[in-house]
């Protein structure tokens, strides 16, 4: 059973267009995040939802939308894609109970704005 | 504000030695956690060790130890008896307690392995 998986693996698209990418997990986890990875392998934190409420948001072009519809789940719809936009997307988790509160990664979305 | 340094953007090692990877780290918390995640070519991102700011002992993990020095800020990740299957990015991160609720783990730029045979 995989721990957070998200969909689509892969995402190719068109500038302009509006897309949207899934995550869930089934760790129990209260809190869900999503990472941004470009071209040169730098990971930047974007979102940080606990218990479905945003608690960080790193100025984020307002075009990244995240949901949270309960604590399982964490969408990241995107709109007017631009060809910035082209990266690796990692949903994450993790719990803010005692202890290491270490993230459990997704297997992140490829995405390529053409 | 909390930061991250590798300074090492590529290393060689090889195979059967052990490698040290480099990490520093900037937070004004004094209660922190300090990770190493390795990135395999396929992409996917696998926790290897944990450092809390109060542990007495370095983490080990298996073959991974981490060498840390918290006067000096540093969280080096040691790899022994380097396999093949090693080579991939390796990326240092931190997460703060107080300052950000524990919501927030930022990353190092990452320090790319080749393990030669």
């Known amino acids: 059973d995989t721990a957070v998986s998200q969909t689509p693996k892969y995402l190719v698209t068109q500038m302009g267009n509006d897309k949207s990418i899934k995550c869930e997990q089934n760790?129990?986890?209260?809190?869900m995040y999503w990472y941004k990875q470009d071209s040169k392998k730098f990971l930047k934190i974007m979102f940080s939802y606990n218990n479905k409420e945003l608690i960080i948001n790193e100025t984020v072009p307002n075009r990244f939308s995240p949901k949270s519809p309960d604590k399982a789940h964490l969408n990241l719809h995107i709109n007017s894609l631009e060809l910035g936009d082209s990266a690796v997307y990692f949903c994450?988790?993790?719990?803010?109970?005692?202890?290491?509160?270490?993230?459990?990664f997704g297997s992140g979305t490829q995405l390529s704005v053409l | 504000a909390q930061k991250i340094t590798q300074t090492q953007p590529g290393m060689f090692v090889q195979e059967k030695e052990a490698v040290t990877l480099d990490c520093t780290y900037d937070?004004?918390?004094?209660?922190?956690?300090l990770f190493w995640y390795k990135q395999p070519s396929s992409g996917e991102m696998i926790f290897l060790i944990y450092?809390?700011?109060?542990?007495?002992q370095n983490a080990t993990e298996g073959r991974y130890s981490l060498n840390f020095q918290k006067a000096r800020k540093s969280a080096n990740l040691v790899i022994s008896a380097s396999q093949l299957g090693d080579s991939a990015m390796y990326f240092c991160?931190?997460?703060?307690?107080?300052?950000?609720?524990?919501?927030?783990?930022?990353f190092g730029a990452g320090t790319r392995l080749f393990v030669k045979a």
């Open positions: 991160a931190m997460r703060e307690g107080r300052n950000t609720g524990g919501f927030k783990t930022i």
């Open positions: 994450a988790s993790s719990t803010t109970d005692r202890g290491r509160k270490k993230l459990f």
């Open positions: 937070t004004s918390d004094p209660s922190y956690g």
């Open positions: 450092q809390g700011s109060y542990d007495q």
């Open positions: 760790l129990g986890h209260d809190t």
